[in-house]
């Protein structure tokens, strides 16, 4: 296909009133990094969308590139034509022979005229431009309710856009206005699922992960880096801290509560996460949970392993069946990576009958009877390795230092 420019629409940041330059500012900047991978391409904006001459680059390539932007809902292919009738008739003759469509296709056009200095309404185009392309494909067959071909018209000053495929994106708020948080990642199929829900409502994410070396493998590890690195390709760059858990995993095992171990886990988990987030400047946690799943996640368990942070604790898949999330794992390139069959530390030590209505009291209890407990998380907290991954597949590492809190828009 021989197309010119990309059109590209915002999506539902646009009711946002005075906050919408912020918004598409944010879309523009992460748009505008991704083209650095196709020099030729121009871009300009226009209210409400965006437009990206191709100038030559590979058009499929770019369309797989930007549906990952969050706050783009949608793409278009488009044919450019001069403001002349005749050379737009010609124009969308050329895209439906391009097109190829079938015996019987259905077929109509919907024109619109944006710049009123045109000569033509937009209900003349569309007897002047659907004439013509009938005339050359006997095929096609007018259904103006349910085409199955629809070509679209626009009509601007600078020119007349001619397209026919709408392919939807990402949509959502552009990535990171509005706040970040830290995000529990597993090894599992909900986690990275949560991550990437999260992030298209506009939070900036950073992943925690906690591991138990020697009990969990150097695989496991490796396979949480490659989920987080799907991740970044849709953030751009996207932060992963690794914890060290076998200390403080191991010392539950010796309290004799094993039907408590899974809550008094999380609810550790929890609290290392929010030392994190004190040192991010995050404001809140992000996890995977989805009500009634295991056993953690019943709404009394739930209650008992919130109360271990302060921070408000998002669920956005709280509500979702399991099918639900599996198909957006498939849709967003995670759910090969998270059924490897390589352990993650919440697997270990799984007790026979874990509760599913621990009583806050007791558990407080038992946390206070592990009097080196808070010493431990500290420790932990302090040997994280953190790994800036970017898109692309480039690793950084680093130890995590304190830094100052982040201002927000």
Known sequence: MN???????????????????????????QVRALLQSFPRAEMNHEFGRLYIALNGEP???????LQRVFGIISISPVKVAPLDIGEIAATATALI????????TTFKVSARRVWKDFPHSSQEMNHLIGSPVLQAFSALKVDMRHPKLELRVEVRQQGVYVFSEVIPAAGGFPYGTNGKAMLLLSGGIDSPVAAWSSMRRGLEVECVHFYSYPYTSELAKEKVI???????????????????????????????????????????????????????????????????QVASQTLSSMNVIGRATELPLLRPLVMMDKSEIIDIAHKIGTYELSILPYEDCCTLFVPKSPTTNPNLGVVERVEASLRELPAMIDQAVEATETLVLEAGGKVLGRKEKPVVREEWF
């Open 226 to 292: 490659d989920l987080a690195k799907v991740l970044a390709g849709y953030a751009g760059r996207i932060k992963l801290h690794l914890v060290p858990f076998t200390e403080i995993q191991t010392s539950f095992t010796r309290t004799g509560q094993d039907n408590m171990i899974i809550t008094l886990m999380r609810r550790s988990m929890l609290r290392i996460a929010t030392k994190l987030a004190e040192r991010a400047g995050a404001q809140a946690i992000v996890t995977g949970d989805s009500l009634g």
């Open 3 to 29: 197309y010119d420019m990309l059109l590209l629409r915002f999506g539902e940041f646009t009711l946002k009133g005075r906050n919408r330059g912020r918004f598409e500012r944010a879309a523009l900047s």
């Open 97 to 104: 022979q391009e097109l190829a469509p079938a015996e019987g």
């Open 59 to 65: 058009y499929e390539q770019m369309i797989a590139t």
